[in-house]
């Protein structure tokens, strides 16, 4: 949910703090650079704390940077604020696969990864014309006031969690082994692989969709979230499918059709006039597209051993989310650039082609890799 404020709040947010495009880009990544680097410490502290101390901790973390980021007319103070959130944001996948990986059997890790994830895009769901419609009944700050006392709320039921503490103390003298993680070139391939496919979602659902709808279709900002919110609930419908898919067809095999075909739709939401009435169709195909994550995490484990699971999983959605800090920059880059040339709408067209070209790049590098590891199953 928080993910998507910005993308919701760009106009608002531009004005407030005054800033071009390509400014609002990197205060947009801000978020991802938070994210990202707090990965592996709390990878590091999973073993030695409760994770409801965690999840606890990094509720009040996000709350805290929303309240400063609604106030603020600094924009240094607003990125780091952007970068609060996305500090606090970090736990919540570490500390769902990590459950997952002491608590469940290893042959069902992928089926209740998928569901996990597809549960946790509700927020996604919900960030997106339910909070536009908040933004059009009352004032944004009282928006994001409610949202950060959604968070205090979240923080108090985490200290209710039963410990994990007991559950912890078999693999907490691997915790440590990150430079195995740094040594492994096969998971830094998929983990930059990942990073150039992810632009779908990091780089246009997230912040971009909605203005790229107003401009092309002529949608409200409430409809445009709408339909931008159609990508999540396609990751909902497509994460435990495509899992259930992978057990018979393989993850890499699933990792590139989604990529394929990601890049194909993308292509042609840009370049054709397809019927409005057909967006939701479309975004939903992007959002299975987008499932090809889950998949990544699970394929770690061919790469990792069980008790370095947890480290390479933090690596890989660290550098996961730093895709959000490649792409905002450069497409607030190429808008800025070329608006002053092209029709604005011509303008997204050409910025936003940067994505789908980097996920044709990166479903190449799986192909690769996927060969790679076939060969030393041999």
């Not at 509700?122 to 949202?147: C, N, R, T």
Request: glycine share 10%.
């Amino acid at each position: 949910m928080l993910r998507r404020w910005p993308g919701l709040m760009i106009n608002t947010i531009m004005q407030q703090l005054s800033i071009s495009a390509t400014q609002f880009g990197v205060l947009a990544s801000m978020y991802y650079y938070g994210y990202a680097g707090m990965q592996l410490p709390i990878a590091f502290v999973m073993g030695r704390w409760e994770m409801r101390t965690i999840l606890c901790g990094s509720a009040l973390l996000c709350a805290l940077g929303l309240s400063i980021l609604t106030y603020t007319h600094q924009l240094y103070l607003a990125m780091g604020a952007q970068f609060l959130i996305g500090s606090g944001a970090a736990a919540g996948f570490l500390c769902t696969a990590e459950a997952i990986s002491l608590w469940f059997p290893k042959e069902r890790y992928g089926q209740v990864m998928g569901i996990s994830v597809a549960l946790g895009l509700l927020g996604a769901v919900y960030g997106g014309q339910p909070i536009q419609g908040l933004l059009d009944a009352y004032h944004w700050q009282y928006v994001a006031w409610g949202i950060s006392g959604i968070g205090c709320v979240i923080a108090i039921a985490a200290l209710c969690l039963p410990s994990s503490i007991k559950s912890h103390t078999h693999a907490s003298g691997h915790t440590t082994e990150f430079h195995h993680v740094f040594k492994n070139p096969m998971l830094i391939a998929l983990a930059v692989a990942n990073l150039l496919m992810v632009g779908v979602l990091e780089g246009f659902a997230d912040v971009w969709a909605g203005p790229f709808l107003i401009e092309s279709y002529g949608l409200s900002a409430a409809k445009a979230a709408g339909v931008a919110s159609w990508i999540f609930k396609g990751m909902m419908l497509g994460s435990p499918i495509l899992c259930f898919l992978a057990k018979y067809l393989g993850n890499y095999t699933i990792i590139i059709a989604c990529g394929a075909g990601m890049s194909g739709a993308f292509f042609t939401l840009l370049y054709s006039a397809v019927p409005s009435w057909s967006l939701p169709l479309w975004f939903s195909i992007l959002g299975v597209g987008c499932c090809y994550q889950v998949l990544v995490f699970v394929a770690a484990r061919d790469w990792c051993p069980s008790y370095r699971l947890s480290a390479g999983i933090a690596f890989l959605n660290a550098v996961n989310m730093l895709g959000g800090a490649f792409f905002h920059p450069i497409i607030g880059f190429f808008i800025d650039d070329m608006k002053s040339s092209y029709t604005l709408l011509t303008t997204y067209r050409y910025a936003l082609s940067v994505v789908p070209v980097c996920a044709i790049i990166g479903t190449v590098m799986v192909a690769f890799i996927a060969i790679y590891y076939r060969r030393k199953l041999r």
